[in-house]
């Protein structure tokens, strides 16, 4: 019912908007609310998208909080950014995510391309703004996104089967498996 009043919800706001947006900015914006209202994402794929945006605030943690450069990965930074960026429906930019990684355009860019090399992200230009390029994850990106962090945050999954230590997914601790007392 929820699901069902937010879709409702963001396609008034997209015919009342849509009107007044002249802008490519609002128009994109506009169409990635709702298309993320639109496709439904089950429980488990917001609470993967949840423990995303955590394990996302811890590494920005970690960067102000200990010596720079002692625990930091930009690439997994990026990653994180673009899944949650993806299954929100958004749109991240090149600069946008060299601006998140805290390193050098030229070491973010190098990033970026092993990245792209890898197939996990795929690069193109904005087709309202040709200065600009688009990021975003490719499918194989995703699946593996997908598949860590249900190894991370196993109560992600939609089954209300018992995980196995005699409690249901609602009863399941939540945090990285790691991190959980037994």
Same mark, same amino acid.
């Given at each position: 019912?929820r699901?069902e ?8 706001l997209?015919?009342?908007v849509?009107?007044e947006?002249?802008s ?13 209202a639109?496709s439904?994402?089950?429980?488990g794929?917001?609470?993967l998208? %949840?423990?995303? !945006?955590?394990? &996302? ?9 200990l010596?720079?450069? &002692?625990?930091? %990965?930009?690439?997994?930074d990026?990653? &994180?950014?673009?899944?949650i ?6 749109i ?8 998140s990684?805290g ?6 860019m190098r990033r970026?391309d092993?990245?792209e090399?890898?197939?996990l992200i795929? !690069?193109?230009?904005d087709?309202?703004?040709r ?5 975003? &994850?490719?499918?194989r990106?995703r ?15 939609d ?12 009863a399941?601790q ?9």
């Open positions: 019912m699901d009043e937010t879709r409702g919800r963001a396609s008034s997209k015919d009342s849509s009107a947006a002249h490519p900015a609002a128009v994109r914006t506009i169409g990635a609310l709702s298309q993320a639109a439904g994402a089950s429980v794929e917001r609470r998208v %949840d423990g995303a !945006r955590q394990l &996302l605030q811890a590494r920005l943690r970690m960067a102000r909080d010596p720079k450069g &002692l625990l930091r %990965d930009s690439a997994w990026m990653i &994180l950014e673009l899944f960026s993806h299954e929100e429906g958004g991240l930019f090149v600069k946008q995510l060299i601006l990684s390193e050098s355009v030229a070491a973010a970026i092993r990245l090399e890898a197939r795929e !690069r193109f230009p087709p309202f703004d200065r600009r390029v688009i990021v975003r &994850l490719t499918e990106g699946t593996a996104m997908l598949g860590m962090l249900q190894q991370l945050f196993p109560a992600g999954t089954s209300e089967a018992d995980d196995g230590e005699g409690r249901a997914d609602g399941r939540s945090g990285p498996k790691s991190l959980r007392t037994r």
